[in-house]
């Protein structure tokens, strides 16, 4: 023990770089995470970026919705998470669930196409929720799109 602590009381350069070297490097680490912000708005931004304000209500007609969505999927199932979701939409623009926001239906694709036509300028905007799969006609065959989509 003697020997060691008198190999290091020789090489003063060895002490001083090992005693201040994990200081310095744990300084260096805490700088570079003050100035992630800094950092990361110097970054190139792609694509356009439009802040969307707060959605007016529709007041166009008595029974007009300001959102309507509708669930691209089984009739049968419950979608929570979708209902949770737009309450979240219709709470942070000051809508009201049910009167402003309303779920229009759980279907086919052909039945909210078939639903937009039959109900025309009811809708200020609409929100289509695709969760098993959308019905298209090419060129006169039925083809189905899956909506979900996995890198396997």
């Given amino acids: 023990m003697q020997k060691t602590l008198l190999m290091f009381m020789r090489n003063k350069t060895g002490i001083i770089v090992q005693t201040f070297c994990p200081i310095f490097w744990c300084l260096c680490l805490i700088y570079y995470n003050t100035r992630e912000p800094v950092v990361d708005a110097m970054r190139p931004r792609v694509g356009e970026f439009q802040d969307i304000g707060p959605t007016s209500k529709c007041f166009y007609k008595y029974d007009c919705s300001t959102i309507g969505y509708f669930i691209v999927g089984d009739p049968e199932k ?51 929720w695709c969760t098993d799969y959308w019905d298209v006609d090419v060129i006169g065959h039925p083809a189905q799109i899956p909506c979900q989509f996995s890198q396997k």
Avoid at 94 to 105: H, P
Avoid at 110 to 127: A, G, H, M, P, R
């Fill in 78 to 128: 419950e979608y929570p998470w979708i209902d949770n979701i737009m309450e979240e939409v219709a709470n942070k623009n000051g809508l009201t669930m049910n009167e402003d926001v309303k779920k229009m239906s759980v279907g086919r694709a052909s039945d909210f196409n078939d639903y937009i036509q039959e109900n025309s300028n009811k809708t200020l905007y609409s929100v289509v």
